[in-house]
């Protein structure tokens, strides 16, 4: 309440004369004289306005896939330069916390620190998809659901067809071409998307969203260690604690943020990837607004709308903005010179992790779309035609983020096959994304030929 009572103060506090000047972007702008120096300080501080604008351009669908993409080419440039040293030196670097046992590289707290906030964005999105989004009904739920389940098991079927039958395969890596990369294929669809009907990408959206906890299903069962239940059971404990306090209206940085390192420090000593913690405690979120007294205490924008859309709203720009391309700079870096780039095209692991992305991802998409359309007497949405779902399919072999994730805990961190299954993902994801948006485009031109829709402002 007392965000709701400055902001008021705020709106009707006139600019008072000798202080403030107003600014071009409608902010008040502090005269010189006032600030006590004769100088324009070209590069200071944001205004409270042009921070907000930059938050807001930080939230929004484009900038994220388009920051992921600047950092996987910092990447791949850093690695293969005259300073290749220097990435790789970086990258190993140790930092311990001896007190409580923490040893990691500096890519591996990119992966399994840094992360962990990408995911709890992840787990508050899920959450509201599931309880206020498309996935509270399974009429409107089950093609794109459907779609995702068929997506993921194709290019895990090809893979190890691929690997179970050449000499050397490494079963293991199944999951690496599972993955659909959010960011990055929405910012593709936004290119492109002028004149496509709004269901093909709501329907994107949706299968990013399930292809998502899919994943996290897969990472949290299949690459955990050794489980540690009285680890885990603490983190229930955290978990529990923070929706609690949460649904008390209580959310506070400094209450709820250290409640949230202990959980990841609890899943990390439990032996479940430690950024699991991250969609515990999103999905463990109110994704409905408070009531009564719960509500007076939570900020006015968690009291309004819900304490997941709040979460969402003020931790996504971090995510996007920071944490995603971090995590790219340290990942995507890998040497590509004629004998690595050899080794790649024979190993069965590159060829599986290509062959699932581009080709098992659009024909898993459509044949269990079109075998959810003829058992469950379900159909596509208005608009919306077969020739459009084969191209979203190709869009979605786009595998980022989770893919270069799960290439590392199948086979570690510089190990020569996570190296070759990174080159197939980086090739596969660029394959399907030009492949991809032509595809769409073309769609596009086709469904504006017809008159089908209007257009959509891209980006």
């Not at 340290?330 to 080794?343: I, K, M, R």
């Amino acid at each position: 309440m007392r965000e709701k009572t400055d902001r008021k103060r705020a709106e009707k506090k006139p600019t008072e004369a000798g202080d403030t000047a107003p600014g071009g972007d409608g902010e008040p702008r502090a005269d010189s004289a006032t600030r006590g120096d004769d100088s324009t300080a070209l590069f200071s501080g944001l205004t409270p306005g042009g921070e907000r604008n930059f938050l807001d351009t930080l939230r929004g669908e484009t900038i994220g896939g388009v920051l992921l993409i600047i950092g996987a080419v910092a990447a791949l440039v850093w690695a293969n330069s005259p300073w290749q040293d220097s990435y790789t030196a970086i990258r190993d670097t140790r930092l311990i916390i001896d007190p409580i046992n923490l040893d990691l590289s500096v890519g591996e707290w990119a992966a399994d620190g840094l992360l962990a906030v990408f995911f709890f964005v992840v787990g508050v999105e899920l959450k509201r998809e599931i309880v206020t989004g498309e996935l509270r009904r399974m009429s409107t739920a089950i093609v794109p659901v459907a779609a995702a389940v068929g997506g993921m098991a194709a290019p895990a079927l090809i893979f190890l067809g691929v690997n179970l039958t050449m000499a050397d395969g490494a079963p293991e890596g199944w999951a690496i071409p599972t993955a659909t990369d959010i960011a990055f294929a929405v910012t593709v669809l936004a290119l492109v998307a002028k004149w496509l009907p709004t269901a093909l990408r709501a329907f994107l959206l949706t299968l990013a969203v399930v292809d998502d906890l899919l994943a996290i299903i897969i990472i949290a069962v299949a690459y955990s260690e050794s489980l540690a239940l009285l680890w885990l059971l603490a983190v229930a404990a955290c978990v529990a604690l923070f929706s609690l306090l949460v649904r008390r209206g209580i959310t506070a940085w400094w209450v709820l943020l250290p409640l949230g390192l202990l959980a990841w420090y609890f899943m990390h000593a439990s032996g479940v990837h430690a950024t699991i913690a991250g969609v515990a405690l999103g999905l463990a979120t109110p994704a409905l607004p408070l009531k009564s007294k719960a509500a007076e205490r939570a900020p006015v924008r968690a009291a309004e709308e819900s304490p997941a859309a709040y979460f969402e709203h003020v931790w996504r720009p971090a995510s996007a903005g920071f944490v995603v391309p971090v995590f790219a700079l340290f990942t995507a870096g890998v040497t590509v010179d004629p004998t690595v780039l050899g080794e790649a095209v024979a190993d069965p692991v590159a060829i599986g992790v290509a062959l699932g992305l581009v080709l098992g991802k659009p024909v898993g998409i459509l044949l269990a779309t079109w075998l959810i359309t003829r058992t469950r007497h379900a159909n596509l949405a208005r608009g919306l035609g077969w020739m459009d779902i084969g191209a979203m399919g190709v869009l979605a072999g786009i595998g980022f983020t989770v893919s270069l994730l799960v290439a590392e805990l199948a086979f570690g961190v510089g190990h020569p096959r996570d190296e070759h299954a990174k080159i197939a993902v980086l090739s596969a994801s660029m394959f399907a994304a030009l492949v991809g948006s032509g595809l769409l485009w073309w769609r596009g031109k086709v469904h504006h030929r017809r008159g089908d829709v209007t257009p959509t402002p891209s980006g």
